[in-house]
């Protein structure tokens, strides 16, 4: 089921809830799975910021479960990670989780059927632990505090693990920064992104004095996905003996995101990636909110509008219609 159908259905969180908690009643006599279980319906960036926060309080993201999107399972290969896809057959993956958990955390922000998926997953005597601002929080046994603000995600999710694990409590203020995990041997990478988002696709235009102004003559990689490489390949042509088109799978692509110089990407996918691996990022922000989702690794930018009221206007990842024609991606440089 597509990512757009469930936010449409979300209406539909108190009676799923309600049902889930009644089946997980059938299912209480199931062997106990000793993993936490993590619940995240949402994209990539989310789940590469929930691996920086558990990193980031001495854990490994390979000690929990997962259960996460289909679209996000490349990730979860790529570090090791034990998931189940919710949307890969929806009522079987949900049937093999019903009951076997004594920690639940839902990562969720917002919608409330993440918490019928939740509250089934829960064992007897189960823990079920989210934040304050998800629709269904009061079907939780522990709410944590979330800023859809100013809060840095992965300081959001740092609390959040931090609370449903019992640590001592460090709440974090700032974003921890993340050094080099590879040394940064290899040519600056480009990475298109956002171009099925009418906030994000910057012209080829746009996308070329971004460029120039980044990188000047230095050699570089574009990167993109299997969509957007007609667009890659468009762009390359204006940069010629200097640009190369990256068309190696998404293994490859982060090995080469990791020992990149540098990066320069949209809010998005390549810039989580780059953070994960400590890699600085130039990241370009139009309608989202750069606090919440600046790039981590040291020596990371933002370029922004700044003299615009109606910036940021995205608020729990949904942006809104815009009557300005999105004029905060004429971004100055």
Not at 120 to 144: D, E, I, P, Q
Not at 296 to 317: I, M, N, Y
């Amino acid at each position: 089921m597509r990512p757009e159908t469930l936010k449409k259905l979300d209406m539909s969180w108190p009676a799923a809830v309600m049902a889930a908690k009644a089946g997980a009643l059938c299912f209480r006599g199931r062997r106990r799975d000793p993993r936490p279980l993590i619940v995240r319906p949402g994209g990539m960036g989310d789940l590469i910021l929930l691996c920086i926060a558990i990193e980031d309080l001495g854990r490994d993201p390979r000690e929990f479960f997962w259960f996460i999107e289909r679209r996000s399972a490349v990730w979860a290969r790529r570090l090791g990670l034990h998931f189940a896809c919710h949307d890969d057959g929806p009522i079987a993956q949900h049937l093999k989780l019903a009951g076997r958990f004594g920690l639940v955390i839902n990562s969720e922000q917002r919608f409330g059927l993440s918490q019928a998926s939740a509250a089934l997953a829960c064992g007897h005597g189960a823990k079920l632990v989210c934040f304050h601002t998800n629709l269904a929080a009061r079907f939780a046994h522990v709410c944590v505090p979330y800023d859809p603000d100013a809060a840095h995600e992965a300081v959001s999710f740092r609390n959040l693990l931090a609370a449903a694990l019992d640590l001592p409590d460090r709440r974090a203020v700032e974003p921890p920064a993340r050094k080099r995990k590879w040394p940064g041997t290899g040519s600056p990478i480009v990475g298109l992104s956002g171009l099925q988002s009418e906030s994000r696709a910057f012209s080829d235009e746009q996308w070329a004095r971004f460029i120039q102004a980044r990188l000047g003559r230095s050699p570089f990689r574009i990167a993109s996905s299997e969509t957007d490489r007609p667009v890659a390949r468009r762009l390359a042509l204006r940069f010629p003996e200097q640009a190369e088109v990256f068309e190696g799978p998404f293994h490859a692509l982060c090995d080469a995101i990791a020992c990149a110089e540098e990066v320069l990407t949209v809010d998005g996918g390549f810039l989580h990636i780059a953070s994960y691996y400590g890699v600085p990022v130039t990241g370009l922000f139009t309608s989202g909110r750069d606090r919440k989702w600046a790039a981590l690794g040291q020596g990371s930018v933002a370029l922004l509008r700044q003299d615009l009221p109606c910036r940021p206007c995205t608020w729990f990842g949904q942006t809104p219609p815009c009557p300005h024609a999105f004029a905060c991606k004429e971004i100055p440089l």
